[in-house]
């Protein structure tokens, strides 16, 4: 499973090559610096969780983020270490609904059959594709809105690209 922080208005673009950026002391003078992880080989599934959590200092506890992220229904794992690319299908997502990492409630969208389904405990009804949308997320740190895809879930298409 991939864990990904994110900041304000993500799209969720995805190579299995993070770049994260830093400066370092070298030789008593700064220095860019890039730390580089690859895949080595793309799995079938895919799970990909959002860190949706954050603990602030001044409260002493973690508060849940609320910033939108948008999660694509195809998706293209590339620049692995065996330079093959993979394409991927949503087929679920994970929602977390509540304020806090401590409590709420998780509910779930699967697709089975070309058909997404909403699962909330004993209930599932089916909803429309557009529905994954109301769970990106807000344009605001902190929302009203709880409702959040959390852990997302894709499959390998076999074909190779």
Do not use: C
């Amino acid at each position: 499973m991939l864990s990904l922080p994110y900041g304000r208005d993500h799209h969720l673009h995805f190579s299995p090559l993070l770049l994260l950026n830093s400066i370092i002391w070298s030789h008593s003078s700064l220095q860019e610096a890039q730390k580089r992880m690859k895949i080595k080989k793309a799995p079938h599934i895919l799970v990909i969780h959002l860190k949706r959590f954050k603990y602030i200092e001044q409260l002493g506890q973690y508060k849940k983020l609320s910033y939108r992220v948008v999660f694509p229904m195809e998706l293209k794992l590339s620049n692995t270490s065996d330079d093959v690319d993979t394409e991927y299908s949503l087929f679920a997502v994970v929602i977390h609904v509540g304020s806090g990492p401590n409590h709420g409630h998780y509910v779930s969208l699967v697709k089975s059959h070309n058909h997404w389904l909403f699962f909330d405990d004993e209930n599932v009804e089916m909803v429309e594709e557009q529905t994954l949308q109301t769970f990106f997320g807000s344009s605001h740190e902190y929302s009203g809105n709880t409702d959040h895809g959390y852990i997302l879930f894709y499959e390998g298409l076999g074909g190779k690209s």
